[in-house]
C-alpha cells in the first residue's frame, strides 16, 4: 500500500506540470492544489509503512526518488516562469545538485552492499522544500495569493536550500569514509 502511494506521487508530477503550464488565471492555484497532494502523500506514505510494517528495499529507493521528481519539476518550473529568479536560482542549483550527489553516492554504496540511511535533518530538508515550493506557487502571479508572499516564499527556498547543502555535505562525508573501507567492513558497520 505504502508504495503504491509513493507510485501515485510520481504519477500526480505529470498533472502538476501540464496544469501548471497551462495559460489561464486559475493554473497556478489548480497547480498548487495537485502539489500539495502529492507533498502530504510523502508523510502518507511513510506513515502506512511504518504502520503496517511493509517496509522495503523498494519503497526505501523509491520515496526519496518521488521526492526528489517532484521538487526538481516545481523548482524548475517555478524558475522557468520567473517566480524564481536572480540569486535564487543558486538555491534553486544547491538543491537540485545536492539531490543528484546524494542520489549518486547512494547508488556507489548500493553496488558495495552498503547503505546511507536518511537522516532526521533531511527529513526536515525535504520539508522545507516542499513547503518553499508550494509557498512560491501561491506566490506566483497568478497564486491563489499572490506576490505580496514572494518575499517570505523566497525566504523559506533559502532556508531549505541551507539545509539541503548542509545535508549535503554530512552525506558526503559519511559517504566518502564508508566508500573507503572494504566490502566487509562495510557489511559489519552498524547503522
Request: charged letters at 15%; zero cysteines; proline letters at 5%.
Amino acid at each position: 500500500m505504502a508504495n503504491l502511494i509513493t507510485l501515485a506521487r510520481i504519477a500526480l508530477i505529470i498533472p502538476f506540470v501540464a496544469l501548471f503550464l497551462v495559460n489561464a488565471p486559475w493554473n497556478m492555484t489548480a497547480a498548487l492544489i495537485i502539489f500539495i497532494i502529492a507533498a502530504l502523500s510523502d508523510f502518507a506514505d511513510g506513515y502506512v509503512a511504518r504502520a503496517r510494517g511493509e517496509t522495503s528495499a523498494l519503497g526505501a529507493a523509491l520515496d526519496p526518488l518521488a521526492d526528489k521528481l517532484l521538487v526538481a519539476a516545481a523548482l524548475v518550473l517555478l524558475t522557468r516562469n520567473g517566480v524564481i529568479h536572480g540569486p535564487g536560482v543558486i538555491a534553486v542549483l544547491v538543491i537540485i545538485l545536492r539531490e543528484l550527489l546524494v542520489g549518486g553516492l547512494r547508488e556507489a554504496l548500493g553496488a558495495r552492499g552498503a547503505a546511507l540511511p536518511v537522516t532526521g535533518l533531511a527529513k526536515w530538508k525535504t520539508t522545507a522544500q516542499l513547503i518553499a515550493i508550494g509557498l512560491l506557487l501561491a506566490a506566483a502571479p497568478t497564486g491563489v495569493v499572490g506576490e505580496t508572499l514572494a518575499p517570505a516564499a523566497a525566504g523559506v527556498l533559502w532556508l531549505s536550500a541551507v539545509l539541503t547543502a548542509w545535508t549535503g555535505a554530512d552525506y558526503v562525508i559519511r559517504a566518502v569514509s564508508m566508500l573507503g573501507e572494504t566490502p566487509a567492513e562495510l557489511r559489519s558497520t552498524p547503522d
